[in-house]
C-alpha cells in the first residue's frame, strides 16, 4: 500500500499562554492528504489550542507555540499570519459559529470566497455546490443570519469555510448544535468530501 502524501504534520509542540499557563505538551499529530483526522478529549483538554496552534490564531490570546514544529506540506508555518494561513487554503471553523448576524446567509457565505482569485463563475460554482450539500441554506439564502436556527448557523459557517475552496478545513466542535438533525445534516457532507481534510 503507498503512504499517503502528510499534508499536516503537528510534531511535539507544546503552547503557552500568558507566559504562564502550559496548556499544550508534547502533542503530535499528521493529517495525510484528502483524510479525515478527529480530536477527540474531554473539555479543557486543548483540542481549540490545537487547533488554533495550527492556524495561527493563538497570538489573539496571548498564547505561543513554545517548542516542536508545524509543517503544511513540508513548510514550517508557525511564524505565518493568519492571513498567510488563508492564502495556504487553511480555513477554521471557530467553536460557536460565528457568523455575520445582520448579514444574509448567502452575504455570509459570499464573505468565505473574499480571498478567492479564480473568477465569478468558479465562486458561483463552489455556491451550487454548498447549496446541494446544504439545501436546507438555499431555503433560508435571503434570511438575516442572526434570526436563523443554531443549526443552520453551523451549516452556514461550515459552508463559508467551504466557499474559500480550502485545502484542509479545521473544524472545532461542528456538531455543536441545538437539535440533533442539523448536526447529522453538517457532518455527512464534510465527511464525505474526500479531497476535504478537516480535524474536530
Ligand atoms: N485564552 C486562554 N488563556 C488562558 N488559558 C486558556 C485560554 N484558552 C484556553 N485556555 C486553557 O487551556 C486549556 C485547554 O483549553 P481548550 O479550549 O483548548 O480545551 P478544549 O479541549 O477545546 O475544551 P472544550 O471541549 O471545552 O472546548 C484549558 O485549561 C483552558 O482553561
Ligand atoms: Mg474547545
Redesign the pocket.
Known amino acids: 500500500m503507498s503512504t499517503p502524501n502528510i499534508l499536516l504534520n503537528v510534531n511535539g509542540i507544546e ?1 503557552i ?2 507566559h504562564v ?1 502550559l ?2 505538551k508534547g502533542v503530535s499529530l499528521q493529517v495525510p492528504e484528502g483524510r479525515i483526522v478527529a ?1 477527540l ?12 496552534a495550527v492556524s495561527n490564531l493563538l497570538a489573539g ?3 505561543e507555540v513554545t517548542k516542536g514544529s508545524i509543517e503544511l506540506r513540508g513548510e514550517r508555518i508557525e511564524a505565518l499570519s493568519t492571513s498567510d494561513m488563508v492564502n495556504r487554503g487553511v480555513i477554521q471553523v471557530m ?1 460557536g459559529r460565528h457568523c455575520f448576524g445582520h448579514l444574509t446567509i448567502e452575504e455570509n457565505l459570499m464573505t468565505g470566497a473574499y480571498t478567492r482569485r479564480d473568477g465569478k463563475a468558479a465562486v458561483q460554482a463552489t455556491l451550487d455546490k454548498v447549496y446541494a450539500y446544504f439545501p436546507r441554506l438555499k431555503t433560508r439564502r435571503s434570511s438575516q443570519a442572526a434570526y436563523t436556527s443554531g443549526g443552520e448557523q453551523q451549516m452556514c459557517a461550515i459552508s463559508r469555510a467551504l466557499m474559500a475552496n480550502p485545502k484542509m478545513v479545521l473544524l ?2 461542528p456538531s455543536m448544535s441545538p437539535s440533533r438533525t442539523p448536526t447529522w445534516r453538517c457532518a455527512t457532507p464534510t465527511t464525505a468530501t474526500s479531497s476535504r481534510t478537516a480535524a474536530s
Open positions: 503552547v499562554y500568558n499557563i496548556v499544550l480530536l478529549g474531554g473539555n479543557g483538554a486543548g483540542k481549540t489550542t490545537t487547533l488554533r490570546e496571548r498564547g467553536e472545532d466542535e
